[in-house]
Nanobody, 119 residues
């Protein structure tokens, strides 16, 4: 049974930082690409960042580039999202997702973790 469990969300003031974690079990972690997406209140889910199975390739949405960093630890089956210089518009539920094929979408999703940035 595949499980993706996000953690690390919370309330932070604008300009602050948070590090999200996504621990994945039930699949061969090192073979999967992993992404973080987010859904703000009243808006559609949007892509934030992704990392290839090898960890050698990352991709970011323009809105988070230079402030967010995605990384992975294949020994711990965990992907991280370091978020710096947070702005109120980063308030959202953050989801991690795993997929086998680059560009083929993500077939496994977590339940999400809430991030709230106060002004």
């Amino acid at each position: 049974q595949v499980q993706l469990v996000e953690s690390g969300g919370g309330l932070v003031q604008a300009g602050g930082s948070l590090r999200l974690s996504c621990e994945i079990s039930g699949l061969r972690f090192s073979l999967y690409n992993v992404a973080w997406s987010r859904q703000a209140p009243g808006k559609e889910r949007e892509f934030a960042a992704a990392i290839a199975s090898s960890g050698g390739i990352t991709h970011y949405a323009d809105s988070v580039k230079s402030r967010f960093t995605i990384s992975r630890d294949n020994a711990k089956n965990t992907v991280y999202l370091q978020m710096n210089s947070l702005r109120p518009d980063a308030t959202a539920i953050y989801y991690c997702a795993a997929g086998r094929v680059a560009g083929g979408g993500y077939e496994h999703w977590g339940q999400g973790t809430q991030v709230t940035v106060s002004s």
